[in-house]
Each structure stands twice: as C-alpha cells, then as structure tokens.
C-alpha cells in the first residue's frame, strides 16, 4: 500500500509521525512524508528554525520526503507565534494552522493526481488532510502528538490555567462555546476548500472518522471516558533503547539538573540566566540546552558547576538525569514520563499549561511561574530540593517509567492501523 504522511513543520509535531514513518518503511511498506518548507538553502540558514530542517532528519533516515512549498501568508503569521501565551497562543496557533488551508490541499491534490495514496496519516492540525481526504474519500489516520483538545468535563481544556476539576460546569461551557466557535470557523473554511460537507470535528473530538493515535500511554493522560472507539493509546515514539549508553556530561556522584525550553521557547535568555542564577550554588550538576538563547548564555558568567550548550541529544541526556526543568512540551514530557524523570514546569503558553497541570495531577513533577522566581530565588532552590528528597514524586516516575517498558508506540500504531486497514479491504470483498 501507498501512505502519505502530511504533518506541519514543527519539531514536535514531526517526532512521533517520523518514528512511525520509519516502522511502515521497516515493514516494506510505501512511504512518502510530506511537510510544508522551504528548499532555498540561503533562506533556510538566514531563518535558521529546526522546523526548516526536518527534511534533513527524514533524509538522514532514508524516509521518501517531499516539501510542500510553504504558504507565505501561513510562514508570516507563524513568525509571531512565540510573542503569545496562555490561551491566546493556542487561538493563534489554530489560525496558523489553519492557514494555507486551500494553498496546501492544492498543492497536494497535484501531487496524488500523479501518486494517490491508499490511505493517509497525518498531524492532527495539518487540516488540508481532512479537506483532501474528504474529496477524494482517502483513509485518513489521525496522529495526536500534543495536549487533547478534546472536550470532556472535568478535564481542563487546552491553554486554560486550571486544574482537574477545578472549573464550575458554567465556567467549562463558557469556554466550551468559545472552542466551538474556532472549530465552527475552521471547519467551514475547509468545506469551501473541499467543496463538500465534512463530517467530524476538527477540534472539539478526535477529527477521523476512521482511527485517531495518541501517542502516549493512557496511564499518563487525565482518565478520559468518552473516546470512541476508534481510538488508541500507543505510548510514545521514545524507545529506551539508546545504543550509545556512555554518560553526556559526569555526574561525578552529584545529582544532574538539565533544563531546556524546547525548539520554539528557547530564546527566552532572561528566563534562562534567571533559573540558572538562583540554582547554581547548588550542589548538582547543572546542564543547559539554550537553543536560540546560547549566544547570550555562552557570554555570562556562571559557576563551574553549569554547563551551557547549544543543544544536547535530549534523550541521552535524560537517561542520566535527576530533575528536568522544562517548558512542558509533550516531546519533554514524553521523553521524561518514558526515562522516569520529575520534572519543574515553566509552561508558555498553549498546550503547556495543559501538560504542567497534567504533571503535577500525575504527581511526578510541580509547574512554576517566572513570577514566582521574581518574588524569590528560594522558590526555585526549595522545589528543587524538594522533589530530589520526595518519596513519593520519586516513586511515581518511577511507576510511570515501568508501564512505558515494552511499549514501542510506533509498533503498536503500526500494527493497529495495518489490522484496521486489513479488516476495511476484507470487508470491502464481500
């Protein structure tokens, strides 16, 4: 069979969706993965993003890639994604999304003219693959790499600062209406596009009528209990498996606190300096990713006992760690939850403010604010100590860790999709 992988350029929307593609290519199946990008490589250095990079990692691993010249109105409005929080950075993040909608369905309609594939899978918010799927009755499977969006009382819903169960019925159905707006409008851009009418959800519940995936354990998610049954928990892409299993950085018998800020969020120099100026006298090892902010990083003058890189392979690194200090990306969260690592959260915006509640529900880490450091820098220094010294929190992650033992998401994704395609042809002969 022939699949195509559609997904947007973004490091965490690709992750789950590569290791997959990897396990169908593996399989001798038919892949091709496609993504928005850019081929100019003058342009591509001046941008200098990961997202325009992507490509090189699919070649690298030899999956069939295909770039989608990018919408120009959708690469503009994206550049301001990172000046959002809270629930206005998921608003606007749903209208980048949403964005090249007719440029993209375009685009690939040209390209299945000449290769239609059999079935495709997709990042959930690449939304040209429900309008083309649609016209052209395509199977199409739904990947969830990030925080549900789905609506479910009590469960906080994405990019709202609230805990489980802390919102009154009243206060959810308010923001309940304001979701169906978004996803009211979306969905009517999309018909146009497709020039028919679509018949599911582009937001509020799992947008395939055929499988959703959700890449991650259910144990690790808020207990969910209206999910049809279409859809499957796999766990996530991370693999325990690491063949280089020499130490990034000694410890040297001393506890490793390793922060990071993602791909996106990692120009937050101020945030940074003020982390590491408020831990350093610590006795740990302290371990810096700084991304966009090692320029300025590299420049201070910190302890002996921090280290500042550009980046660092993160899942190594991981499997020496004691504590995570992390935007709460759900690749981070996913990597950490799968390792056993607690963590300290400083959520963004968006689905971080999900993933920190979602942690500190767990019980396997706690989110702070910059606030909270600006008030003290003992803040910072006593939830460190505090998770380090926790029974509990330790014995928790540690719990979490076992259930992800033996879990290969994207074999398990695999094998489902192939039995529900198998079980569709058959079906289909009768």
Same mark, same amino acid.
């Given at each position: 069979m022939k699949y195509a992988f559609l997904a947007n350029a973004s490091v965490g929307h690709t992750n789950f969706m590569i290791s997959l593609a990897q396990k169908f290519i593996e399989k001798g !199946?038919?892949?091709?993965?496609?993504?928005?990008?850019?081929?100019?490589?003058? /342009?591509?250095?001046?941008?200098?993003?990961?997202?325009?990079? /992507?490509? !090189?990692?699919?070649? =690298?691993?030899k999956i069939p890639c295909k770039i989608l010249k990018v919408s120009i109105s959708q690469f503009l409005l994206s550049s301001k994604i990172k000046t959002k929080r809270g629930l206005k950075e998921v608003i606007f993040a749903l209208k980048v999304f949403a964005k090249g909608g007719k440029h993209y369905t375009a685009v690939l309609e040209k390209e299945f003219n000449q290769n239609m594939p059999d079935c495709i899978i997709y990042d959930y918010t690449f939304f040209s693959a429900i309008s083309i799927s649609e016209k052209y009755k395509i199977p199409r499977i739904a990947v969830y790499h990030s925080g549900l969006p789905f609506v479910e009382y009590p469960i906080p819903p994405v990019g709202i600062k609230a805990k489980y169960n802390s919102l009154s019925l009243n206060e959810y159905n308010t923001i309940y209406k304001g979701f169906?707006?978004?996803?009211?409008? $979306?969905k009517a851009d999309y018909q146009k596009i497709a020039n028919q009418k679509i018949n599911t959800d582009f937001l509020l519940s799992p947008?395939?009528?055929?499988?959703?995936? $959700?890449?991650?354990?259910?144990?690790a998610e808020y207990p969910r209990t209206k999910l049809p049954d279409n859809v499957f928990f796999v766990g996530s892409g991370v693999s325990k498996k690491i063949?280089?299993?020499?130490?990034?950085?000694?410890?040297?018998? =001393?506890?490793? @606190?390793? @922060?990071?800020?993602? #791909?996106?969020?990692? *120009?937050?120099?101020?945030?940074?300096?003020?982390?590491?100026? +408020?831990?350093?006298? #610590?006795?740990?090892?302290?371990?810096v990713s700084a991304g966009g902010s090692y320029n300025k990083l590299s420049k201070c003058s910190f302890n002996d006992n921090v280290h500042i890189e550009k980046f660092v392979p993160q899942q190594k690194v991981l499997q020496n760690t004691d504590l995570f200090i992390t935007h709460g990306g759900k690749n981070s969260i996913n990597e950490a939850l799968n390792i056993g690592v607690p963590m300290i959260l400083f959520p963004f915006g968006g689905e971080q403010e999900y993933n920190a509640n979602l942690i500190e529900y767990l019980g396997v880490g706690i989110r702070i604010t910059e606030k909270e450091i600006n008030k003290t820098t003992d803040r910072l220094g006593s939830l460190i100590e505090h @998770?380090?010294?926790?029974?509990? /929190?330790?014995?928790? +992650?540690?719990?979490?860790?076992?259930?992800?033992?033996?879990? !290969?998401?994207?074999?398990?994704?695999?094998?489902? @999709? *192939?039995?529900k395609l198998s079980r569709e042809h058959e079906a289909s002969l009768i």
């Open positions: !199946e038919n892949v091709v993965f496609y993504l928005p990008g850019v081929k100019n490589k003058l /342009i591509r250095k001046l941008l200098d993003s990961p997202s325009l990079f /992507i490509d !090189e990692k699919l070649n =690298k691993l169906k707006q978004i996803d009211v409008s $979306i947008n395939s009528n055929f499988l959703n995936i $959700i890449s991650t354990i259910k144990e063949k280089d299993r020499s130490n990034f950085i000694e410890k040297k018998g =001393k506890k490793l @606190i390793y @922060i990071s800020f993602g #791909t996106v969020f990692n *120009n937050r120099s101020d945030l940074f300096i003020k982390i590491i100026k +408020s831990i350093e006298i #610590t006795d740990a090892i302290i371990l @998770i380090l010294t926790n029974n509990d /929190i330790q014995s928790k +992650s540690r719990y979490l860790s076992e259930l992800h033992e033996n879990k !290969e998401g994207s074999l398990t994704a695999y094998k489902i @999709i *192939n039995d």
